[in-house]
T-cell receptor, first 116, second 116 residues
Framework: AQSVTQPDIHITVSEGASLELRCNYSYGATPYLFWYVQSPGQGLQLLLKYFSGDTLVQGIKGFEAEFKRSQSSFNLRKPSVHWSDAAEYFCAVASSLFTGGFKTIFGAGTRLFVKA | GAVVSQHPSWVICKSGTSVKIECRSLDFQATTMFWYRQFPKQSLMLMATSNEGSKATYEQGVEKDKFLINHASLTLSTLTVTSAHPEDSSFYIC????????????FGQGTRLTVV
């Protein structure tokens, strides 16, 4: 069965500093990988996704993630963090459904704190 | 783009009563929908898979008699929390992959349930 591990429960970075959030997955086949962001009390927003092809994926809000099959990782990065990036970030892996679309399993999440 | 509407966005109910949460795919058909529960400061845990025209599939540890799921049409799934108790207070989120589509699942905005 697929699973996702986010080893960091929370991370604090200074505004303007770079960010990397770690994600490791376990999946038997080619994984479909996602990063979502959730602000307090809000729903989920998709930042980016990897299905196939280029292993460096660009997303919204200046985020990118790199798929590394050899390390079973899909780490999220941003070169310069803004205070508005403070939120909960979830890495997710999905398995395809025969009807089309995906069943999504989430990691535990990493809470990002941004200090001035 | 594809939209999933979840209603209500928040609800407060008395202990022992039942609450129904609706999840609608607005502009696409969803043979399958998923229900997640998120406790404060925790990840989204998959509760059950809702299948149009057939019984839902529940994850281990989820009481099917307590969390009744009905997927009567290709655009609507409902989750009913029966005989709710304070420990059922949580954030419930549905998601719907587009049937026949090769995209990520789309998430509702979530329902904040508070049982008093």
């Amino acid at each position: 069965a697929q699973s996702v591990t986010q080893p960091d429960i929370h991370i604090t970075v200074s505004e303007g500093a770079s960010l990397e959030l770690r994600c490791n997955y376990s999946y038997g086949a080619t994984p479909y990988l996602f990063w979502y962001v959730q602000s307090p009390g809000q729903g989920l927003q998709l930042l980016l996704k990897y299905f196939s092809g280029d292993t460096l994926v660009q997303g919204i809000k200046g985020f990118e993630a790199e798929f590394k099959r050899s390390q079973s990782s899909f780490n999220l990065r941003k070169p310069s963090v803004h205070w508005s990036d403070a939120a909960e970030y979830f890495c997710a892996v999905a398995s395809s459904l025969f009807t089309g679309g995906f069943k999504t399993i989430f990691g535990a999440g990493t809470r990002l704190f941004v200090k001035a | 783009g594809a939209v999933v509407s979840q209603h209500p966005s928040w609800v407060i109910c008395k202990s022992g009563t039942s609450v129904k949460i609706e999840c609608r795919s607005l502009d696409f058909q969803a043979t399958t929908m998923f229900w997640y529960r998120q406790f404060p400061k925790q990840s989204l845990m998959l509760m059950a898979t809702s299948n149009e025209g057939s019984k839902a599939t529940y994850e281990q540890g989820v009481e099917k008699d307590k969390f009744l799921i009905n997927h009567a049409s290709l655009t609507l799934s409902t989750l009913t929390v029966t005989s709710a108790h304070p420990e059922d207070s949580s954030f419930y989120i549905c998601s719907a992959p587009k049937t026949g589509g090769n995209t990520e699942a789309f998430f509702g905005q979530g329902t904040r349930l508070t049982v008093v």
